[in-house]
């Protein structure tokens, strides 16, 4: 069993920058797809951005540019360095993991869940 425990979330004025942290414990096979979610109140939870088992990434339209995310098989820790932060990232941030190498599209095919950690960015 794969159990994720986010870390990094906090409040932050726009414009500024946080790095999330996903650290995974159980099998810890690093070379899974593992991917950041978010979902701010009364919206539907959205893919943020993934990464697969060899490194390939992909990024929602409202992330590119401002977001990177990125993984220490080593550690095996997932990151997400947010940077140039609005007040529409403010979301409950979580961190899934897959039993595969690529990515999935759904995001209930991700096997794994953590239980968040709070973003919040003020104007």
């Known amino acids: 069993q794969v159990q994720l425990v986010e870390s990094g979330g906090g409040s932050v004025q726009a414009g500024g920058s946080l790095r999330l942290s996903c650290a995974r414990s159980?099998?810890?096979?690093?070379?899974?797809?593992m991917g950041w979610f978010r979902q701010a109140p009364g919206k539907e939870r959205e893919g943020v951005a993934t990464i697969t088992g060899g490194g390939s990434t992909d990024y929602a339209d409202s992330v590119k540019g401002r977001f990177t995310i990125s993984r220490d098989n080593a550690k095996n820790t997932l990151y997400l360095q947010m940077n140039s932060l609005k007040p529409e990232d403010t979301a409950m941030y979580y961190c899934?993991?897959?039993?595969?190498?690529?990515?999935?599209?759904?995001?209930?095919?991700?096997?794994?869940w953590g239980q968040g950690t709070q973003v919040t960015v003020s104007p």
């Open positions: 159980g099998n810890t096979y690093s070379r899974f797809c």
């Open positions: 899934a993991a897959t039993r595969t190498w690529l990515c999935p599209r759904k995001q209930y095919e991700y096997n794994y």
